[in-house]
């Protein structure tokens, strides 16, 4: 039998200030590159105009955009993507181009494939796609992102209220925040552009990250009703340990997944696979170092009123002991109903 | 025992359900047909689960009210107008499955599936809206041309086989533009001259003068011998021809309705001011009310002075809306349409036809993606390849960690892949390229509760118990975790979807469907698998986990 971490007993929590320092060494300079550079922003919430061009024969960059010079449109951006026969041309909203205010969006999608057309040759080049955004659809679309993320926070914050303990929701809620930053850093160091995908795959990120948080918490939960002797220190790295192998498997398994859209699946979903591998470990790492020392943290300043001590909160203790399956779970097997 | 069976049952039971969604079924499409270049409607069996268009290509186009030129006063009640408008158009865009939907009140959203033409689809969106009314043939001026068409028709070589519609056309409803050709080809020339002719075959009278039906499937028959030439020729003076946009089901059958109409309108939506709909108390009628111009009053009064009790068709955008009225007597600047027993709802359309022709809504474009076929094709194969890898390496770590465990589970994956599609598919939501990635992380996130499952019995036994009791213990224990964490996913998927648009909701709904899905697999069928395992090895002493 193949076993992995079985029976670990790594002293996790210990380590935890070393933790605090690599995450800051993660988030702040992202931060600072964030605050001084912003984020590269699609023109989905930017507004503007996108084409993608595909050629026949392999170009320079540079050759596209001394041909959109010449025709006169100075503020394009020009990428390859994916491959030198594949070319994104931007021109956001707001640039100090005229030509582009006014929601003049579509007239600058004709003007590029006039450009094109004079400067490579009608036939030598496909339009494959071309997206023009409002400046309104744009920040609707803005506000509609951190409205997301925001909800998302309080709902999660109350059903782990209802389920566990509000200082475990909190905890968790904190771990999460902090995985938005790292990941927010990630984004901004690789300069990944934030699309309505990358969104999605930060709200993903948040969900697969509560769920790590969860199973360890899930853990800590039973071990608190098990041994009330020991301290939180202990029943929190007792609870890291014994999910361990899961945590490994599981991670492995998602991990497999998402490699396989980052290198298999295409530029247009690179940056969501990209951010969803980070959240991986961002998550990983949030329920081991933010999630459990904060849950310490919170514990220690406002402890729980149980009488037997300050580590027993009071949802544990309200819950019978035994086998904690919800009613209807598992629909019709009661623990021990052997067939 | 019978617990096993029952959930035999049960598995069986969702698993037929999942495979009955996903059985290719007839769906209803506007086609181009090949030889009039008309669309009409066919039927297509493929599998119920929609591409988005980020997969098959296509147009997509968010549409405003344009408030930029001078504030509009009621915008919605403007993209109402539009929309009814683009829809009447709906057969110009010549594609297969378009979409016109309002979002939030005052977007307008066309999704335009395989068109590639983005100036096109502009151009007959914002097209402004032309309506007029116009009397039919009263005169039946058609109806006495049609025996003279049939003959120029037998002339040219076309007939119809047997009395009334063809029987060659009734079975194969969907395809008689082949068996008219077929029909062509096989009958023999001479023996046709006491049968109705081709055109007279496919045309009912109507309830009123100048109105005809035509059986539903013939629609596109109908169409292209009207568009030849020697019929074209023959077609009375001062007739126009002008399909109608309803259907009509009489009996099993249904109908459109074909008008004889002047070519001449008496009056045109420039000169109409208001249309409101409402019931009349008196009579309980729908009726719609309408409020001409000065000018428009005195033209109209005029003209409908001279064709009491004849029929007005009302024409939007060359499609006769609803069945004509008839003129009771002669109208002024105000008039009523009565449409008798008709709901409050028809009667309402039919006021925005009259407002929309009246009052064109001018439309700014707020966002439009293209999406090439190519590309399309490129994502769904570049997709497949990474779901491929993605689900081989997934189920290598589970068969090499886990054994026969782990087998047992990528059964269930298998399962849980199908209820995620059929899902998908009973519900009718689209699938995107975000989706596509979804669907490829919640299987990763799937084994997750196997995987709880799995180290919760090695757990348990290596605490000293039994198999059997460890593995029980080992579902019971995981099982908190389990619900806990996924409905917490659940939670901010479904946030995403209420806050998200298109492609994102596309994605939170592949997430919640497999979210729920790898729970009834992971955890019911699993189980399942389990039960019967040891039902067929009561005595064993090692599990292979």
Request: with cysteine; hydrophobic share 45%; aromatic share 8%.
């Amino acid at each position: 039998m193949l076993r992995l971490f079985a029976n670990a007993a790594y002293d996790f929590i210990k380590w935890r200030r070393w933790a605090y320092g690599l995450t800051a060494a993660i988030i702040v300079p992202g931060f600072a590159l964030f605050f001084v550079h912003g984020l590269n922003y699609s023109i989905e919430f930017t507004g503007g105009t996108l084409i993608q061009v595909a050629t026949r024969q392999p170009l320079a960059t540079s050759t596209i955009r001394s041909t959109l010079d010449a025709a006169g449109i100075h503020d394009a951006e020009i990428q390859t993507f994916g491959a030198d026969t594949v070319f994104v041309i931007r021109a956001r909203l707001g640039a100090s181009s005229p030509s582009l205010e006014g929601g003049g969006t579509q007239q600058t999608a004709q003007a590029v494939a006039q450009a094109l057309d004079a400067g490579l040759g009608a036939g030598r080049y496909e339009i494959v796609r071309t997206e023009a955004v409002g400046p309104k659809v744009g920040r609707e679309l803005q506000g509609k992102a951190f409205l997301a993320i925001f909800f998302s926070f309080i709902v999660t914050l109350l059903y782990l209220a209802i389920r566990f303990e509000w200082r475990f929701g909190l905890a968790a809620v904190l771990a999460t925040f902090h995985d938005i930053c790292t990941t927010i850093a990630f984004i901004r160091y690789l300069n990944l552009e934030v699309s309505l995908v990358v969104v999605g795959a930060v709200l993903t990120m948040v969900g697969y990250s509560l769920n790590d948080t969860i199973i360890i918490f899930d853990r800590v939960r039973e071990n608190l009703r098990k041994f009330r002797r020991q301290n939180l220190y202990e029943i929190l790295n007792l609870s890291i340990n014994e999910t361990l192998p899961r945590s490994v498997l599981t991670h492995g398994t998602t991990m497999a997944t998402t490699l396989a859209l980052v290198l298999l699946a295409g530029e247009v979903l690179r940056p969501f696979a990209l951010v969803m591998t980070f959240a991986i470990f961002t998550g990983t790492f949030s329920s081991i170092y933010i999630a459990a020392p904060v849950l310490m943290y919170i514990e220690k300043r406002w402890p729980g009123e149980d009488a037997r001590g300050a580590r027993a909160f009071r949802a544990a203790t309200s819950v019978p002991p035994g086998p904690a399956t919800p009613p209807g779970a598992d629909a019709g097997v009661r623990p021990k109903a052997v067939v | 025992m019978r617990k096993i069976r029952s959930r035999l049952i049960i598995t069986g039971l969702m698993v037929l359900l999942a495979v009955w969604e996903l059985i290719p079924t007839n769906t209803t499409i506007r086609v181009r047909d090949v030889t009039s270049g008309l669309m009409k409607d066919s039927t297509v069996r493929r599998v119920p689960i929609n591409l988005g268009l980020d997969l098959q290509g296509g147009i997509h186009l968010a549409l405003e009210v344009d408030q930029s030129k001078g504030p509009v006063p009621d915008p919605a009640e403007a993209i109402r107008r539009a929309e009814r408008v683009v829809r009447t158009r709906i057969d110009e865009f010549g594609v297969t499955e378009p979409v016109v939907q309002i979002v939030g009140g005052n977007r307008l959203i066309v999704e335009l599936p395989g068109e590639k033409d983005p100036a096109r689809a502009k151009g007959i969106i914002q097209r402004t809206a032309f309506l007029e009314f116009r009397i039919t043939d009263m005169k039946s001026r058609f109806r006495d041309a049609i025996p003279d068409m049939d003959k120029a028709l037998r002339g040219a070589g076309v007939r119809v086989p047997g009395g009334g519609p063809s029987v060659v056309s009734q079975l194969f409803g969907s395809d008689t533009g082949k068996a008219a050709a077929k029909a062509k080809k096989t009958a023999p020339d001479t023996s046709a001259l006491s049968q109705p002719g081709a055109l007279s075959a496919l045309l009912y009278q109507g309830a009123l003068p100048g109105e005809y039906l035509v059986p539903e499937e013939q629609v596109p028959v109908a169409e292209s011998l009207l568009a030849r030439p020697e019929v074209q020729r023959l077609i009375p003076r001062g007739i126009e021809l002008k399909w109608g946009t309803e259907v009509e089901s009489r009996g099993a059958r249904s109908y459109r309705a074909l008008y004889a109409v002047e070519d001449k309108p008496i009056i045109t939506g420039e000169e109409l001011e208001k249309a409101n709909a409402r019931r009349d108390q008196l009579t309980n009628q729908s009726v719609v009310d309408f409020v001409l111009s000065r000018r428009g009053g005195r033209v109209f009064e005029r003209e409908t002075g001279r064709h009491v009790n004849d029929y007005m068709a009302i024409i939007l955008d060359g499609r006769v809306q609803g069945q004509p009225p008839i003129i009771k007597s002669e109208i002024g600047q105000r008039g009523q349409i009565e449409l008798g027993n008709k709901t409050l709802q028809d009667a309402n359309d039919l006021a925005l036809v009259l407002r929309a022709g009246a009052l064109p809504a001018p439309l700014a474009i707020v966002e439009e993606r293209t999406i090439g076929p190519s590309l399309g094709r490129d994502s769904i194969t570049d997709g497949i390849r990474a779901g491929v890898v993605g689900v081989i390496l997934v189920v290598l770590i589970m068969v090499i960690y886990y054994r026969l465990s782990g087998v047992l589970a990528v059964a269930a994956l298998g399962l849980y892949v199908l209820f995620t599609l059929g899902g998908l598919a009973g519900f009718g939501f689209t699938l995107t390229l975000p989706g596509l990635a979804g669907l490829l992380l919640s299987v990763g996130i799937a084994l997750d509760a196997n995987v709880l499952i799995f180290e919760r019995i090695r757990e348990e036994l290596q605490h000293g118990k039994l198999v059997r009791t460890a593995v029980d213990e080992g579902f019971t224990h995981a099982m908190s975790a389990i619900i806990d964490s996924n409905v917490s996913t659940a939670l901010t998927a479904f946030i995403l979807y209420l806050v998200g648009t298109g492609p994102v909701q596309g994605f939170a709904i592949t997430l919640i469907i497999g979210i729920a899905a790898s729970m009834v697999t992971a955890v019911f069928v699993v189980r399942t698998f389990f039960m019967i395992w040891l039902q067929r090895r009561p005595d064993m002493v090692t599990l292979s986990v």
